[in-house]
């Protein structure tokens, strides 16, 4: 069997300020996003950090439907049959999956900055209230495509090195 490499894709949301949390939750209540991202990720295998998987059990009682959740957590967790916990992202990065896709908390999107090939960059509009930032993800970024929604924009971003991305123009045009 021919091994090709991981596709790493970010699914995120924020701000026009960066904001992508409040507390264990998210700091806006947008249905629509979360309908696109539960079609974007419906089958698919789920990369998050502990916080993020506890606050997605807190607030629905079990793991999201249909897909594969990887926790990355040096604490361990848990025992559910959809959820696998990871020490590393090393061992993320050798699991058996054509695509991985990464959906938070900060510190998850931090670690794979470097590595992520596609981004899905939901902007949610307004200025909402919160504690977690979205760190940078570099400007490296070619925008794919961009939907507009009635309640928010989702650009999808591609890496490309020779793309010079403008973050700010970006989220402040949401």
């Given at each position: 069997m021919l091994?090709?490499?991981?596709?790493?894709?970010?699914?995120v949301?924020?701000?026009s300020r960066r904001?992508?949390?409040r507390g264990d939750g998210l700091p806006w209540h947008c249905?629509?996003?979360?309908?696109?991202?539960?079609a974007l990720t419906w089958g698919q295998s789920l990369l998050m950090g502990r916080r993020t998987f506890e606050s997605i059990l807190a607030r629905r009682g079990q793991p999201l439907p249909a897909r594969k959740h990887y926790v990355l957590t040096?604490?361990?967790g848990p025992s559910l049959p959809a959820a696998h916990y990871l020490s590393s992202l090393e061992q993320a990065l050798a699991l058996p999956v054509e695509r991985l896709f990464v959906i938070g908390g900060a510190s998850v999107y931090a670690q794979t900055a470097d590595r992520l090939d596609t981004l899905y960059l939901s902007l949610i509009p307004g200025l909402h209230t919160g504690d977690l930032l979205l760190p940078d993800l570099g400007n490296?970024?070619?925008?794919?495509k961009v939907e507009q929604f009635p309640t928010f924009s989702r650009?999808?971003?591609q890496r490309n090195s020779s793309a010079l991305f403008e973050w700010p123009?970006?989220?402040g045009s949401g």
């Open positions: 091994n090709l490499p991981m596709e790493l894709i970010a699914v949301a924020t701000d904001l992508i949390g249905p629509e996003d979360l309908r696109a991202f539960k040096t604490r361990g490296r970024w070619a925008a794919q650009w999808q971003l123009r970006l989220v």
